[in-house]
């Protein structure tokens, strides 16, 4: 059992992002990672036209294709709305056991970034269910490309749900027998 995880944010660790958007699963065991739950959220972030000026021209840029501002606009939720959907899904994610007899690997591409850029967010929380174990599908995709398995590209608009639906299939391509 794996806890899937991905973020969008304002930009790479080294510019000190804000996450703008999570998305959780429960990702089941290898070979068919079988999603047997998902819950993704916007996170409040505030200004977000002050987020908007401190992310990078290709951040805005993607974020604005995808409607991730508009979203964020729209649809900010409050510190308060933001914690009830948190318990919500650790309390969701209890049902297979996880934080509650056990912690789990994370599960995502480059999940190193993820858990990085969770740790001063009001998502931190979600840290408490996981070991320091990690799949990273990103790392798997390029040893299958070093021996000419090509995984499908992605044709997401990088959002947290699809890009996190999109490693799973990627591993799933990767370690088919």
């Not at 973020?7 to 996450?19: A, K, N, Q, S, W």
């Not at 021209?57 to 709305?81: C, G, R, S, Y």
């Not at 009830?84 to 209890?94: C, E, G, K, M, P």
Request: hydrophobic content about 40%.
């Amino acid at each position: 059992m794996y806890l899937g995880i991905d973020t969008e944010t304002t930009g790479l660790p080294h510019e000190d992002p804000v996450v703008l958007e999570i998305a959780v699963a429960v990702i089941g065991p290898a070979p068919t990672f079988e999603v047997v739950y998902q819950a993704t959220s916007l996170l409040p972030v505030g200004d977000v036209e002050a987020q908007y000026n401190r992310a990078s021209p290709f951040v805005q840029e993607m974020h604005t294709k995808n409607n991730l501002w508009a979203d964020l606009v729209e649809h900010q939720p409050t510190k308060e709305e933001f914690s009830v959907w948190l318990a919500t899904v650790q309390a969701d994610v209890s049902q297979w056991g996880i934080g509650v007899r056990a912690k789990v690997p994370i599960f995502g591409s480059t999940p190193s970034f993820d858990r990085r850029v969770l740790e001063g967010s009001p998502a931190a929380h979600i840290l408490n269910l996981l070991t320091h174990q990690h799949l990273d599908v990103s790392t798997l995709t390029l040893c299958a490309k070093d021996i000419g398995v090509v995984p499908p590209k992605t044709e997401t608009a990088h959002r947290a749900s699809d890009d996190l639906l999109w490693s799973v299939s990627a591993a799933r391509f990767c370690l088919a027998p």
